[in-house]
Structures are given as structure tokens and as C-alpha cells.
């Protein structure tokens, strides 16, 4: 797989739910497959390192959904619900 910073090996996992949680409840939206970044780390310290590193949904995901990330309230949401925007 090509990625931002070139090419990547991965791996396929298969049967997955996002599960979206509310005051309401919560729905899960199953997903038949993502590919994932396989990590080779040559120590401890290279290991430690990569967790520091925020995961990252694929635009292949994130199509699937609407993205809202609004930076002066510090709060991203990601819904399946219809969004409607009031034009200025």
C-alpha cells in the first residue's frame, strides 16, 4: 500500500464493528475490512515511540461518514448521521 510517506506493508484484518456511542445508546457499523500498517521495530525505545503516534482512520473508512473537527471547542465527531449546514 502507498501512503504519505511512501510505500507500507499491511495487513488485513477482517469482521470489524466502529462502534458509535451516545447519551442515547449505541450503534455499531460492521465493517468487512480494513487494511493495517504492519510496524517493524528494531528496539524498546523505536517501540515506545510508535505508540506515541495517534492512529489514523483511512479515507476508505472515513467516506463512510460525516467529519467534523472543530478546532476552537477542542472536539472532533465522526456520525453517520445527516449533517445540514446553515449557509451564511
Known sequence: M????GVVD????KGLA???VTDEGSHAEQISEIL??????K???EEERMKLIPSLLGRDLLDKFALIIDK?????LITDEEIRVQQA
Do not use: Q
Open 2 to 5: 502507498i501512503g504519505i510517506g
Open 72 to 76: 476552537p471547542r477542542n472536539t472532533v
Open 18 to 20: 466502529l462502534t458509535f
Open 36 to 41: 493495517a500498517i504492519k510496524h517493524s521495530v
Open 10 to 13: 499491511t495487513y488485513s484484518i
Open 43 to 45: 528496539n524498546k525505545g
